[in-house]
């Protein structure tokens, strides 16, 4: 994967370079709440309308699900945190420029109500007419935000095995993408 690289202080600056045009991926970076509210509401905006084939990805060092809601409704491809691994934000970028869409799962369980007494929510077992037993442990493993290598090692299986446990529940669902696997599902499984 190779890109070429442009940096510009804000939009505006981006808007008057000749570079615009032919942008196919734009990482959007804020630091602090209300610079990325305004990258969100406003930044954002702006960039669809003038570049609406660009894929545009909030990186932000803001972690809450709800500026991540509203940067993927408003037409962005994915939300990075800056305390991201490099190397997962690397896999994002990437992602995003095949098509897929991105948002850290981890920041997502976090929108989660209540969670059971005795720790960690456990999927319900009772719920097993819409996945097989080991499609439900590799959704645990994705609510986790496990990547499909640390999956496949951890449930002894090869990671081509974990990637069509993923597909098949997402078929199942009819989700896009693996975060709208983990969401459906949890609004399925009443995790919420």
């Not at 991926?25 to 804020?30: R, T």
């Not at 990805?57 to 972690?63: K, L, P, T």
């Not at 986790?144 to 951890?154: E, L, T």
Request: a negative charge; proline letters at 3%; one cysteine or more.
């Amino acid at each position: 994967m190779e890109f070429d690289i442009h940096s510009f202080a804000n939009h505006h600056e981006w808007l008057e370079s000749s570079d615009h045009a032919s942008t196919e991926i734009v990482l959007l970076c804020a630091t602090g709440e209300r610079a990325t509210e305004d990258a969100v509401l406003h930044s954002l905006d702006t960039i669809m309308q003038v570049s609406g084939d660009a894929r545009v990805i909030i990186v932000s060092d803001v972690d809450q699900p709800g500026p991540m809601i509203e940067a993927l409704s408003k037409g962005a491809k994915g939300y990075v945190s800056m305390g991201l691994d490099l190397e997962i934000a690397l896999g994002a970028i990437r992602l995003i420029n095949v098509g897929g869409t991105f948002i850290p799962a981890s920041s997502l369980m976090s929108m989660r109500s209540t969670a059971p007494a005795g720790g960690e929510a456990k999927i319900a077992r009772a719920d097993k007419s819409i996945f097989t037993e080991r499609q439900l442990e590799v959704l645990e493993h994705l609510r986790r935000g496990d990547p499909n290598k640390i999956i496949a090692h951890k449930m002894s299986m090869s990671e081509a095995t974990v990637k069509i446990h993923v597909r098949n529940m997402m078929r199942k669902i009819k989700a896009k993408n693996r975060t709208e696997l983990v969401c459906k599902s949890n609004e399925l499984l009443g995790l919420q």
